[in-house]
């Protein structure tokens, strides 16, 4: 029977179907699901990962000892994984292995909207482009036969509209894939003698992958009425512009899009008065097509930037537009991003913004949505604190740089970048803000929240103890809800001339407290209320920016929201009138 499921639903149940053995990931919207979903399956053995590299790398261990392997990651977290990729293309695969992209076109929630596409040229790899859930699960089945046959890791690309849209999907069964035995090769151990020959092997393979291409099914023509317009198109776009020109247009579907099918587009462009590559993004596939000699239309019309829907390609293609409600946007109050009501880490932010001359550096996590004044990528924060505050003592500014990143993302790539400033002798303030939880993609566990991915007990490491162990001389560990101990610790770690490194230890206010939780950090059943008596509404409260706190303008007093409040007490230290307590029962 039929189910409705999204895109990433689909690419788990596929990888199910098809005798996966081992997944791997780290969390990062849009690709998350697939192995939070992944846990149904107990056939499957699915893990979070400290980074994307590294599940990339235990993948590799996992098809080189014969089984079918998945690794799936947000389209940045390739970049991260890109070292062993490119290697692994020469080396090829044992078991089957499938490297999932979720690209974030329109950046919903990233910090840029690289185009992945480019990694599979880059690296020499087969990419598939699924348009609809079928889709995702068809074709990574189809990713498992073709890294056996070619012997090479395939990767299939998504993109947002992909994994989280719903559409009917027929489910089959799993075929349970035999262990491939493990033998030892050479292709193993890609030494530069052994390398030189494997690359050979890896353009051969180019070439029959785009005699595939140029072969499947899943890479098909769609003849409408005429055949004035030819529409070359993959993934979402396939989807926008059959809704944009029906079966006024014919269409070149490719949902393998690297190697690009160079014979079957120069017969489809043979066929049709004009060709017209719709794709979002770079124009990828355009200028494949151009490279080729075929004279073709895309880019010149089609926005290079954003996310692509029916109504931008209606606009920019046709000139038309849809009538739209007319609505007064001056009534909509600004609002700027900010950290949840009652997290425990405002309050530690709150005495930052307090700092003179002090330039701060974080990244992409929830901790980002704070003041800050650079950020760059995961892991970044240590890194780069230390390079300006190299730079800011040659000047003599007496600028100091205070860098910030979460214990996920320390876990990721920031103990790297905390050593760089232990090893070379910085004066930065650290600080990882320790939230027992990822916060940022949806509270996944991590190798200090004491939980795997399938809720089993674990191993605990301790950010403090890793941080020593790297050499970290001065460590506080502090509760981030008392503001003169945040302010204690800011001025304490500022007064070294030697990196040192503040903790703010408290679960992330939207976590479902564990037994190991409510032991250490006691109960959450707390709220605050304000006195209106005693306030006099001049909204220091409200300068800590927490949601929870109300401003009435009329009255001129503040409330607290009490679905909100999580009695954290930050604003009740900042009140000068004693108006906010805690709240009777």
């Not at 149904?40 to 990962?49: D, L, P, R």
């Not at 072969?215 to 993959?234: E, H, M, Y």
């Amino acid at each position: 029977m039929k189910q409705l499921l999204t895109g990433n639903e689909a690419i788990t149940r596929g990888a199910w179907e098809a005798g996966v053995r081992f997944a791997s990931a780290y969390p990062g919207t849009p690709s998350t699901e697939i192995l939070e979903n992944m846990t149904a399956y107990k056939e499957v053995y699915s893990e979070w990962a400290p980074n994307e590299k590294v599940a990339l790398e235990a993948a590799i261990g996992a098809s080189f000892a014969g089984g079918r392997a998945l690794a799936s990651m947000k389209h940045v977290g390739v970049n991260v994984a890109a070292d062993p990729l490119f290697t692994l293309s020469y080396t090829g695969i044992n078991g089957g292995l499938v490297l999932i992209s979720a690209d974030d076109p329109g950046l919903h929630s990233s910090q840029d909207e690289q185009d992945n596409r480019h990694y599979a040229r880059a690296a020499k790899l087969g990419m598939l482009e699924p348009s609809d859930s079928q889709e995702s699960l068809d074709m990574i089945k189809l990713a498992y036969e073709l890294s056996e046959k070619y012997d090479t890791p395939m990767m299939v690309r998504m993109t947002t509209r992909v994994c989280h849209s719903k559409s009917l999907v027929e489910p089959g069964e799993r075929v349970e894939v035999p262990l491939v035995p493990y033998v030892k090769k050479d292709k193993f151990n890609p030494v530069p003698a052994i390398s030189k020959h494997l690359h050979v092997k890896v353009e051969q393979r180019l070439k029959d992958l785009e005699e595939f291409s140029n072969n499947t099914p899943i890479n098909f023509i769609q003849w409408g009425s005429d055949r004035k317009l030819g529409i070359v198109c993959a993934g979402a776009a396939y989807q926008y512009a059959q809704e944009v020109y029906g079966d006024s247009a014919s269409y070149l579907k490719l949902g393998f899009t690297f190697p690009l099918p160079g014979k079957k587009i120069r017969e489809f462009a043979a066929e049709v008065e004009t060709l017209l590559v719709i794709e979002e993004l770079d124009p990828f596939m355009e200028d494949a097509i151009k490279a080729m000699g075929i004279p073709c239309t895309g880019k010149d019309k089609i926005p290079i930037v954003g996310e692509l829907d029916p109504d931008i390609l209606r606009l920019s293609l046709l000139g038309q537009s849809n009538p739209v409600i007319e609505h007064d946007d001056s009534v909509v109050a600004a609002r700027p991003p900010l950290l949840c009501a009652g997290c425990p880490h405002r309050g530690f932010f709150h005495e930052v913004e307090k700092l003179k001359n002090v330039v701060v550096t974080s990244d992409i996590g929830c901790y980002g949505l704070a003041p800050k004044d650079i950020a760059i990528c995961m892991g970044g924060g240590f890194s780069v604190a230390h390079g300006a505050q190299k730079v800011f003592n040659m000047g003599d500014t007496g600028k100091r740089c205070l860098g910030i990143m979460g214990d996920s993302t320390f876990f990721h790539s920031g103990m790297t970048s905390m050593l760089e400033a232990i090893y070379n002798n910085s004066n930065v303030l650290l600080t990882i803000v320790d939230n027992r939880i990822t916060g940022m993609t949806g509270h996944q566990e991590n190798p200090g929240s004491g939980l795997t991915l399938a809720g089993e007990e674990s191993n605990v490491t301790s950010v403090a103890e890793v941080a020593k162990a790297l050499g970290m001389k001065h460590i506080k560990v502090i509760n981030p809800l008392n503001l003169k101990e945040c302010a204690d610790a800011l001025k304490w770690g500022m007064g070294f001339d030697e990196p040192a490194l503040i903790v703010t230890r408290w679960p992330c206010a939207l976590k479902r407290l564990t037994a190991p939780d409510i032991e250490e950090f006691g109960p959450r059943d707390k709220k605050n209320c304000v006195d209106q008596d005693k306030c006099i509404g001049c909204r220091l409260c409200i300068k800590t920016g927490c949601p929870a706190l109300e401003y009435y303008k009329d009255e001129k007093k503040v409330r607290i929201n009490p679905a909100q409040c999580l009695g954290c007490d930050i604003c009740t230290q900042v009140c000068p009138k004693n108006a906010i307590a805690r709240e009777e029962n």
